[in-house]
């Protein structure tokens, strides 16, 4: 899975990829301080089903702190998107391919307005920064498609061939057909015109890629403005976060000055502390204290398990000990979509398993279930199959 973090420039896109992946992102507060595209991986958290079974999980992949588990996700941060990117501006259309492969988007907006929508200091609206860059980004997809019109007009399953055609996109073709549908359009010999061909991209960019709204500078902002926010984009999740504060208690808490975890409401000091340093701890104990977080871990959260409507899966070896042939306890936890069949997790861990699968036991009830059975959040489940 890739989320990519995109919005205008200056924005604090590069400080909340920097405080989710703790890397060395370059951050300025000036526009285009992200030139090439920055990797990482950040964490979606939950709470591990070990204390409910009354055990103690050993991760293969990720961490499990104090009864949380921390599920690595890769994380992209690309170049600000201004005005007319699809035709080149700024950074242009390499930084929007960048994001093709994303399952879906966090919008970073500067909720405090201070910015402009190049990224220059001045008057902002966070609410037509998401129109500007959603626009952008189904501009650069509809014009894809219709530099294509001619392959596709040739197709008799348009569906089938617009998957093809964004072959990078990770589209399914239920999403193609659906979006067409939406917009009373045929995938028999693509013929659209450029509305209906916008159309069609701004539903299939809802449908393939949902995007969370991170409203940066929550400390910055004025307090009515996350709820101004919200009211305007009722078709968004909107988090108000603050990278800035997320990424001072991340570095205070790896360099041993306080004890912190993502998403937690608050944070023990560990050291003693300068005037100046307790000066700037009170300051983010009382944004966390009054803002239930920073808002940041959230942000992740609603990407994965929000938008994206993914729920965990343990699967196991041995269903007494919920352990692997190594016996780690708990060993992984899978990230899968809503709907998810038994059958279809076989398939994730092994093909041999799915293709010779003959039933699957859920481990917490010690039931048998059929390769159809639809997995449920927090399922711990082994897969019987006669592959060896």
Wanted: aromatic share 6%; charged share 25%.
């Amino acid at each position: 899975m890739l989320i990519g973090i995109i919005g205008a420039p200056n924005k604090g896109k590069s400080t909340i990829f920097s405080a989710l992946t703790m890397a060395n992102a370059e951050i300025a507060d000036y526009p285009f301080t992200t030139i090439k595209p920055n990797l990482g991986v950040a964490y979606a958290t939950k709470e591990c089903v070990e204390k409910e079974l009354g055990v103690k999980c050993t991760p293969r992949n990720g961490l499990c702190v104090n009864g949380v588990r921390e599920i690595p996700i890769n994380i992209t941060d690309v170049a600000g998107l201004v005005p007319d990117a699809h035709l080149g501006r700024g950074m242009g259309n390499q930084f929007l391919s960048d994001l093709a492969g994303a399952s879906a988007f966090i919008q970073v907006v500067d909720l405090s307005g201070k910015t402009d929508m190049n990224g220059n200091l001045g008057e902002g609206d966070p609410a037509a920064e998401v129109a500007a860059t959603r626009k952008e980004v189904v501009m650069w997809l509809s014009g894809i498609i219709r530099n294509h019109s001619s392959v596709l007009s040739k197709s008799d399953n348009g569906s089938k061939a617009v998957v093809e055609l964004l072959s990078g996109f990770g589209l399914r073709e239920e999403q193609v057909r659906k979006a067409a549908e939406v917009n009373g359009l045929s995938t028999s010999h693509i013929s659209w015109d450029s509305a209906e061909t916008y159309a069609f991209a701004d539903k299939l960019l809802s449908l393939s890629k949902p995007t969370v709204v991170a409203a940066n500078k929550l400390d910055l902002a004025e307090p009515e403005s996350l709820e101004e926010l919200r009211k305007k984009l009722p078709e968004y999740t909107v988090i108000g976060c603050s990278g800035a504060v997320e990424l001072a208690l991340r570095k205070a808490a790896a360099s041993g000055v306080i004890e912190y975890a993502p998403g937690e409401l608050g944070f023990t000091v560990r050291k003693a502390a300068s005037a100046e340093q307790k000066k700037a701890l009170d300051y983010m104990a009382d944004f966390v204290r009054k803002n239930g977080g920073t808002g940041v871990q959230k942000v992740i959260n609603s990407a994965v398990f929000g938008v994206l409507e993914n729920i965990v899966v343990y699967p196991v070896e041995d269903e007494n000990k919920y352990t692997d042939h190594f016996g780690s306890v708990l060993p992984d936890a899978l990230l899968v979509r809503k709907g998810t069949r038994a059958v279809e997790l076989a398939e994730m861990i092994h093909t041999d398993l799915a293709k010779k699968m003959l039933y699957a036991i859920d481990a917490r009830k010690k039931l048998r279930i059929g390769k159809d059975y639809v997995l449920k959040d927090n399922d711990v489940i082994k897969v019987v199959s006669a592959a060896k």
